[in-house]
């Protein structure tokens, strides 16, 4: 176990109360809601403190994302973070201040899985007390690629080596793409959701709440991902 304190924070405008370091949570909300805004912002807004922002981007080219982030929250440092870019729109290496990694198609699980193992190690030494958010954006991509078992197995080595890092991990999904069963078992991956819906606020970006982690809202509440 790295040294690392226990909990992870987040922005003030995102009503979760600091997560245990070693926990994955999975963010679940359809396509035209805000969740893979939150699941980015979750995981980018550590860079603030030192801590290490990697993503696993398997709909969004590197450049993108980086700009999403930065987008939401201008105080977002690119140059603690780290992206396996495996949307395949953009295999040229793109001069950017973050570490970025490709994979050619989403799915090589397993070139997914080695480049995380190498990237996380390198940025490892770089950050904070070794803290590193992992952000996988999103599942519901992965899955048109590759069947259930492969792609829970995945998540859970994933979520494992998060875990053992005294890591966060942050999954997407949308869950109107598939059936219960699908949800359910790859929510058995994570070891809480964090489920997201339009606002009913005008001056919010969405709502939600919180399902298998204790002291959290159980009830939804509007967030904010700018100012």
């Known amino acids: 176990m790295s040294d690392a304190p226990d909990r992870y924070e987040f922005d003030d405008g995102i009503p979760i109360e600091p997560i245990d370091a070693g926990t994955t949570v999975l963010v679940a909300g359809p396509a035209l809601s805000p969740s893979e805004d939150l699941a980015r912002a979750m995981v980018a807004h550590g860079t603030r ?40 729109q953009d295999i040229g290496k793109a001069q950017l201040d973050a ?26 030494p770089g950050v904070v007390e070794g803290r590193v958010r992992t952000g996988l954006i999103s599942l519901s991509s992965l899955s048109m690629y590759v069947d259930l078992r492969t792609l829970f197995q995945f998540s859970q080595t994933l979520s494992g080596r998060i875990d053992s890092a ?15 069963k699908t949800v359910n078992t790859l929510s058995q991956a994570a070891d809480g959701r964090i489920e997201v819906r339009g606002p009913e606020e005008t001056d919010a970006d969405g709502e939600l ?7 959290q809202p159980s009830e939804w509440q509007p967030f904010r991902l700018s100012d």
């Open 49 to 88: 403190f030192g801590e290490g922002s990697l993503f696993i981007s398997t709909n969004m080219t590197c450049k993108k994302l980086i700009k999403s982030c930065q987008r939401d929250d201008p105080a977002v440092v690119a140059t603690h973070m780290g992206i396996i870019d495996c949307s395949g």
């Open 99 to 124: 570490k970025v990694k490709y994979v050619s198609t989403q799915s090589d699980l397993t070139g997914i899985g080695m480049k995380f193992s190498a990237l996380y190690e390198s940025m490892y």
């Open 166 to 180: 005294d890591g966060l991990g942050v999954f997407a999904i949308d869950p109107t793409t598939h059936d219960t």
């Open 209 to 215: 709440r919180v399902r298998g982690l204790p002291d």
